[in-house]
């Protein structure tokens, strides 16, 4: 089988068969936590292995955080952006290896994996701007001869819990900000994917040293849901951004809750665009089949439902089923290949069973699932994409299934494919194709989406870094990213200050002695 330089990628990036996974910077431990083995789906191949960490060397590296934070909070911000930008320039060196890692570990395909890479480069560019943009705004005060004024401080230890889905990505979007805002990181990434954390991590620790970065300001801990609970739980943690399931954000906002902690959260979704009659079909079904079908659907802005309207739902449908007869599965890093596996065979379980459901349902197939078999799919997590005609209300239709499984719903008005399209308990991304302004508009007023993302002739997925990413109801409400979602990682002061000589009360009040 072709290698498709994975070899050199891995020697390139520092990977051995065996390594340590848990570090604060320059120095790696191994710890007892136990081997988690890195099986690509791509080809069912061992690519090496990591050691967890423990309950012993996370407490050890949220120590040497703390440490590290007494410090990095003194660096200037633009210093501290001079340092994030150097990651940039090193990620922009690396693009091409980490990129192929991502695309062999998490088994996206590799223009996806480079586009990652991409993104990660990018908010590097954000941060550094950013990182003589923090601003307070100034108020007038009631009082005489008083100013007031608000700042933002860096928090502290922030924790950081990432999917499978994006390995490297989501750690940048949530880092970068956080290191230019001066607060130190502890990164828990996904168990799935853990050879991709121990790259970001090499390539920003030599960065780090070169610019005498304190140790603790980049950590990792690699491990399971349990190294996930340990920074629920953490006091010394202020704050936890988790991104993963939505089972597991209820999991860790009650556990940071239950100690006040702040709690990010960017959970699952449950996408729809609205094709409506005015569309522009061309468009409509290029956004479709990528939203549906790219990263075989294990995104969390995945299209997962078409809400069509009924004077062009059997033409839609149609050009949907001709399309999908088109679509290359295989090797993601095959660039003439559109669908990659699925990340193991939990997940084709979990494919197989909505399949069952959907049709259990009423749902009634356009384009036929089931699991690839023979030459190139031995590691048995290739999956044909599959589209159904089914109800808005069917109990499978209302979850989300991380995988390749397109729903088809019929709708007669706009108020009718609205109400299907919030009538979801998860508000991540959404949007409408249409050339007629008035649909447009409805769609982006107050009645109109509920969701976090609301795109206008564009597919669900694919968001820019220069936005706030994120979404409501059981998504979980966090932003990260572009615009100010940066506030999230400081906490805010507000000052008055007196420059009279008087002592007067806000409101007027009188206490005179
Ligand atoms: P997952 O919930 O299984 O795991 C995500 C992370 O949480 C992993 O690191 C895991 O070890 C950890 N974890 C699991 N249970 C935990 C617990 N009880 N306490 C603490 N940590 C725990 O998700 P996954 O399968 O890796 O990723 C797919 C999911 O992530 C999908 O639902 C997808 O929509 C969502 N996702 C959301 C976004 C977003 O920005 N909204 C981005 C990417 C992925």
Not at 293 to 309: E, F, S
Request: net charge neutral.
């Amino acid at each position: 089988m072709k290698n498709f330089g994975i070899k050199e990628a891995l020697a390139e990036l520092g990977l051995k068969k065996s390594n340590p996974g848990v570090s604060t910077g320059s120095k790696w431990y191994r710890s007892t936590g136990g081997l988690i083995d890195s099986y690509s789906p791509a080809d069912g191949k061992l690519i090496g292995s990591v050691h967890g960490g423990d309950e012993k060397t996370f407490d050890k590296v949220v120590k040497q955080s703390e440490e590290a934070f007494q410090v990095w909070r003194t660096w200037p911000a633009p210093k501290r952006g001079e340092v994030v930008r150097q990651v940039g320039v090193a990620l922009r060196k690396y693009k091409e290896p980490l990129g192929k890692l991502v695309s062999y570990e998490m088994g996206k395909s590799l223009q996806e994996g480079l586009g990652e890479v991409q993104e990660m480069i990018d908010i590097c560019d954000f941060a550094v701007g950013l990182s003589r943009q923090l601003h307070g705004l100034t108020m007038h005060s009631e009082r005489p001869n008083h100013r007031m004024y608000e700042q933002w401080h860096p928090i502290g230890t922030v924790g950081i819990i990432s999917a499978f889905n994006f390995p490297v990505a989501v750690w940048s979007w949530n880092s970068m900000l956080a290191w230019v805002c001066g607060d130190v990181c502890v990164w828990k990434p996904s168990e799935k994917t853990p050879l991709c954390s121990i790259a970001c991590q090499l390539i920003t620790a030599r960065v780090f040293e070169k610019n005498g970065v304190p140790e603790g300001v980049s950590c990792l801990v690699n491990g399971d849901a349990t190294i996930g609970q340990l920074m629920a739980q953490d006091e010394r943690i202020p704050l936890v951004s988790a991104t993963g399931s939505t089972r597991m954000g209820k999991a860790v906002a009650r556990t940071v809750s239950e100690r006040l902690g702040r709690a990010l959260l960017e959970l699952g979704g449950n996408n729809a665009i609205i094709i409506t009659e005015h569309a522009n079909l061309d468009m409509a079904i290029r956004g479709a089949l990528f939203g549906a079908v790219g990263t075989a659907g294990q995104r969390c802005t995945t299209t997962r439902r078409l809400i069509i309207h009924d004077s062009i739902f059997d033409e839609v449908k149609d050009r949907l089923k001709n399309a999908y007869a088109h679509l290359n599965i295989g090797n993601p890093l095959d660039t003439g290949n559109h669908v990659g596996p699925l990340i193991d065979k939990t997940a084709v379980k979990l494919y197989q069973d909505a399949l069952r459901k959907v049709k259990q349902a009423g749902g009634e197939f356009v384009v036929k699932g089931g699991v690839l078999q023979g030459k190139g799919y031995e590691s048995e997590c290739y999956v044909k994409p599959a589209v159904a005609v089914v109800e808005n209300e069917y109990e499978i239709v209302q979850h989300e299934t991380f995988a390749p499984i397109l729903y088809l719903i019929r709708y007669n008005s706009l108020a009718e494919a609205i109400q299907k399209q919030n009538g979801v308990k998860q508000g991540l991304s959404s949007s409408i194709m249409t050339t007629n302004m008035q649909e447009m508009e409805r769609f982006l007023s107050a009645a109109g989406s509920d969701c976090g993302i609301a795109n206008v002739n564009i597919g669900t997925s694919g968001a820019e870094i220069g936005g706030a990413f994120g979404g409501e109801k059981e998504t979980g409400g966090g932003r990260e990213s572009g615009s100010d979602a940066w506030k999230a990682y400081m906490r805010r002061q507000t000052n008055t200050i007196n420059f009279g000589d008087n002592l007067p009360l806000a409101q007027g009040i009188k206490f005179d002695i």
